[in-house]
């Protein structure tokens, strides 16, 4: 009974495994159909997505103010319902992470930061008193982390993969950097394949009770021979880039055009940007 019961943990494990890859990949497909939805931000051009993008990030950064954060993340959640958006998806991709890392970050400010205490920690003989600024800086951090999140996420769903490519291209960013991230991206997806069939393949020959030892063993032999698999591919591909005339340079088919909706996006977007100045001096 209990040799049963072992086995059917190890095969739970394995079937986890492999959930989790497919998980992740069908992710990635899911966010590619977000992107092609009929929403208000699908049909902007890539290039003012990408300028807004950083117009809104460096807002968010030099803001100060919790209630222009909690504006501006108010404005994101209504492009994201523009944009036919899941609700639920969008806000938990983004909070269920933030609080817990932002929170270990900021955490230590709480209790050195200067000013009046709200009240006292007692760890044995040290005390630590919570002040009111840190408490306040540490909102300020989370929500200031949010928002970029926030506008990071809202990128990558409404804009495909190869159109973010494309556009950083066209705002002449430096070619090596576009091409690792096409490569990495891509290949990804290629090693995550690869890896589900290798837990595939270990389910099908699991027929006996086998000891963490051997599973250990097994993860090593995985992990070395997913790398020797990767290094070897990558010579490939650069192989057959440099036989197909590859000199370094990204060639795109696409060609992007302004429209009026789009100039009316990149003006709205700066004009809230520059409003968050000044609405951040009255409500400090």
């Given amino acids: 009974m209990s040799g049963n019961s072992h086995a059917e943990g190890h095969i739970g494990w394995l079937e986890h495994s492999i959930a989790g890859v497919a998980e ?79 929170g270990i970050v900021i955490l230590p400010s709480i209790f050195f930061a200067a000013g009046p205490r709200l009240f006292e920690v007692g760890l044995g003989p040290v005390h630590l008193g919570v002040s009111a600024a840190g408490v306040w800086s540490a909102m300020v951090f989370v929500a200031r982390v949010g928002v970029s999140v926030s506008l990071a996420v809202l990128l990558v769903l409404t804009t495909p993969w190869a159109d973010v490519l494309k556009s950083l291209h066209a705002l002449k960013v430096p070619q090596v950097f576009v091409l690792v991230l096409a490569m990495t991206y891509r290949y990804i997806f290629l090693f995550l394949h690869t890896l589900n069939g290798m837990f595939e393949a270990r ?35 650069y192989a057959a880039m440099l036989a197909r005339g590859f000199t370094g340079e990204i060639r795109t088919y696409s060609t992007y055009r302004m429209r009026s909706t789009d100039w009316v996006a990149l003006a709205a977007t700066l004009l809230v940007a520059a409003a968050s100045l000044p609405m951040g001096r009255l409500l400090a």
Wanted: no cysteine.
């Fill in 24 to 102: 992740s990949i069908e992710r990635a497909v899911f966010t590619e159909d977000l992107a092609r939805q009929p929403g208000w931000l699908q049909r902007i051009d890539p290039r003012v997505k990408v300028v807004m993008f950083l117009i809104t990030v460096i807002a968010a950064s030099v803001s100060t103010s919790l209630g222009v954060l909690i504006g501006l993340y108010a404005v994101i959640l209504l492009v994201a319902r523009a944009s036919r958006l899941p609700f639920d998806f969008f806000v938990k991709r983004v909070w269920l992470g933030i609080p817990l890392f932002a």
């Fill in 203 to 237: 389910k099908s020959r699991i027929v006996a009770r086998l000891g963490g030892g051997e599973d250990r063993r097994w993860i090593t032999r995985s992990m070395g021979a997913l790398m020797s698999r990767s290094f070897k591919m990558s010579n490939d591909v």
